[in-house]
């Protein structure tokens, strides 16, 4: 009774009944996809909403899609409106960039795993990751554009929610308690493997997860050779990450309305990188590898209150506490036989509440659904940075942030949801504090949002949506001063205001059931987007006033004037058992209005194609293939050195390979009881990929081909 209450997508809303013991993969297979008929959005508004009705763009990442990658930011290459690459191909540095922003702008994008926000830098800019595990992952969601209404400071490009699985997840359906393993291996240097241990049992009230893995990523093959100096040339990439999860979740149903959820999840990265782990491929000759350990721990505490006799009750409160480190440095002896040894650390921790509610009531001849809200967090930041005993002090840290967050929203649906309306609002206060220096910034923000959805005809929905968000300046843009890196000396601005993000998205979405058979089903989606970000922060450096003491140019966080952006995503979707197609492009322009150049970088037009057939009910086989176009560059050159360097300025073609075999293995009597086997391939024919950041003599050309093999049991 509780076990089939309880067990629904989380972060979907919708009840999704267990398969009986016995049933057929193949019968299993069609029910699940039938039920995913309708994908929700949660991240956009908070409220479960029907992606094709919702009034903008927002693509979901399925277990399935998760399957063929080791990395989230691997797996959101095919994504509308995303782009990765910029990196050297290790676990813990990769590069993406949602609607215009992404690595070294990182607090434009919002990073969740359940509800916590996750900072892929570190402060340093020299690392990329979500310190995520997709194997824990029931799904991922990508909300694109100004999202403050929902989430706060820094939806600028857009927001990302990973959601973990539960011990239904782990458990052969019908069981009361269970057992899942796994083991990967890529022949790009790359092998992972995980034991789960479950219980839920039919006549308790409780449900456990345990689950752990071991990972170890080696050297990296690229696509290409590329240019080592001294004459060299070389396809590999220096590397040695030691991966660690430990997953612990459990949950009590106090009755059928009430819930309580616990987790703790701790990320653990030994390794042995380069300095810079996106961007350098090899090992300096003269400090060797750089050795470190990036670390993340989050506990999360959930409850939800949901009686069934109530329209006014459906309350959730979550809180939490975070931790994230990364660790590193080197100990040689130099040319002068004079020992040298750097030892710096990043720290980020953070804890807060989030408490909801959502009605339901009919009023002014509409259904309504409103949610209302509070959001708290106290963020807590530093960096210790020690030279041969001399500590560097960062002008920045260690500082504080403080959020608080007030919003609300509704949905009022009109003649039979023909008609639906959406009204947001959100009202922030901030305060930026660097703890011991008497420095502090403060200030608040209102953030608005209205949007509909109206039925012109059975499955075609015309969409449209206008919303604000904002980014309050961090304590580095404000507060930064001294030689923090080789290439400048910082000075502090304390007059920099929030930058502002206000954009229109409008669209259509057409969805038609029983297409040729009665499971299959056609999606289109296509959504114009067009905004601007009013006093945008940039680093601006003043190459031709005076310069440093270490003969570097001074340079400071700078509000400009505007930056606008426009651009659009269509997608378009075939769905049935048997076989399948999806397409996808999308294509965004960013420009500085002062100077008409591309900020911060130019970005390639994206074809994506995705096609996938059932020969057997137990094997399904699929492809994708993405093409980046030739990007519209301004500027098309840089000026380093003396030398002249262009940007990119080709196009680029990817394609995966995957099989999946589902044997029917239940009735046979056999230990294991859900098996799955994968073969694939990633960049199958071994082709480059430049990001459009890139100039064309970068040495990031993307990782060669991986073939890869994996099989899971669950027993």
Do not use: C
């Not at 699929?622 to 262009?646: A, C, F, M, R």
């Amino acid at each position: 009774m509780l076990k089939t209450r309880f067990t629904k997508a989380v972060g979907a809303g919708l009840a999704l009944t267990f398969f009986a013991f016995g049933v057929s993969a193949a019968e299993k297979e069609r029910e699940e996809q039938d039920i995913a008929m309708t994908e929700v959005t949660v991240i956009g508004t908070r409220l479960a909403t029907d992606v094709q009705k919702y009034p903008g763009s927002v693509t979901i990442l399925s277990e399935e899609d998760l399957k063929s990658s080791s990395t989230v930011i691997e797996a959101m290459t095919s994504i509308p409106g995303v782009s990765t690459g910029l990196d050297s191909g290790r676990g813990m540095g990769q590069g993406y960039n949602i609607r215009g922003f992404g690595y070294q702008s990182e607090d434009r994008v919002i990073i969740l795993q359940d509800g916590v926000r996750r900072s892929p830098s570190l402060f340093s800019n020299q690392i990329s990751t979500f310190r995520s595990d997709n194997d824990l992952l029931k799904r991922v969601e990508v909300v694109k554009g100004a999202s403050s209404v929902s989430h706060g400071s820094g939806a600028i490009g857009g927001v990302v929610e990973m959601t973990t699985k539960d011990a239904f997840d782990f458990m052969v359906p019908g069981q009361n308690y269970g057992m899942a393993t796994k083991f990967r291996y890529e022949d790009n240097n790359y092998r992972e493997g995980y034991v789960a241990f479950a219980t839920a049992p039919e006549d308790q009230n409780y449900e456990v997860l345990i689950y752990g893995k071991k990972g170890v990523h080696g050297d990296r093959t690229l696509a290409k050779a590329y240019d080592a100096g001294n004459g060299i040339r070389s396809k590999n990439v220096d590397n040695d990450e030691d991966l660690r999860v430990l997953f612990i979740k459990g949950a009590y149903n106090f009755s059928d309305a009430s819930r309580l959820a616990l987790s703790y999840y701790d990320f653990s990265q030994d390794s042995e990188v380069t300095w810079q782990s996106l961007f350098h491929p090899a090992y300096s000759t003269v400090t060797g590898p750089i050795i470190g350990t990036l670390t993340q721990r989050d506990m999360v505490a959930s409850y939800t209150y949901n009686p069934s006799n109530s329209n006014w009750i459906n309350f959730g409160a979550t809180t939490y506490t975070s931790e994230a480190s990364y660790d590193r440095g080197y100990d040689y002896i130099n040319a002068a036989g004079n020992p040298t040894k750097l030892d710096y650390e990043n720290e980020d921790s953070r804890w807060g509440v989030r408490l909801r509610n959502e009605m339901t009531f009919a009023a002014l001849t509409a259904s309504n659904r409103l949610l209302f809200g509070i959001d708290y967090e106290k963020r807590e930041e530093d960096a210790i940075y020690v030279l041969n005993g001399q500590v560097t002090d960062f002008g920045s840290m260690p500082n504080t942030y403080e959020d608080t967050g007030y919003f609300a929203h509704l949905e009022s649906a009109f003649f039979d949801e023909v008609l639906t309306i959406q009204a947001s609002g959100r009202f922030d206060s901030f305060d930026r504090d660097l703890k011991g220096r008497g420095k502090a910034y403060s200030g608040d923000h209102f953030s608005p949002r209205i949007g509909f959805s109206a039925r012109v005809f059975d499955g075609f929905h015309l969409l449209g949506n206008y919303s604000e968000s904002f980014r309050a300046p961090t304590p580095h843009e404000t507060s930064s001063e001294g030689p923090l890196n080789r290439h400048y000396w910082y000075l502090p601005n304390s007059n920099l205001t929030p930058e502002v993000a206000k954009e229109f998205e409008g669209g259509f979405s057409y969805t038609r059931r029983d297409v040729f058979t009665p499971d299959g089903r056609i999606r289109i989606k296509a959504m114009y987007f067009d905004g601007k970000v009013e006093d945008m922060i940039v680093l601006t450096a003043d190459h031709a006033g005076p310069v440093s003491p270490e003969n570097t140019p001074y340079a400071t966080y700078e509000n400009i004037n505007r930056v606008s952006r426009d651009g659009y995503e269509i997608t378009a979707a075939y769905d049935s058992f048997r076989g399948g197609l999806n397409l996808g492009y999308s294509h965004i322009n960013q420009t500085d209005d002062a100077t008409g150049k591309k900020t911060p970088q130019a970005f390639a037009d994206k074809a994506t194609l995705t096609a996938y057939v059932r020969p057997l009910d137990s094997l399904r086989i699929s492809t994708t293939i993405n093409h980046w176009l030739k990007p519209d560059q301004n500027p098309e050159t840089v000026l380093s050195g003396g030398q002249t360097y262009w940007y990119v300025r080709d196009s680029y073609t990817q394609a995966n390979f995957l099989a999946t075999w589902t044997p029917e293995i239940r009735s046979l009597n056999l230990f294991a009881k859900d098996l799955e086997v994968l073969v694939g391939v990633n960049n199958a024919f071994d082709q480059i990929y430049l990001n459009a950041r890139e100039v064309e003599t970068t040495s990031r050309v993307g990782k060669g081909r991986n073939i890869f093999f994996s099989v899971a049991a669950k027993f």
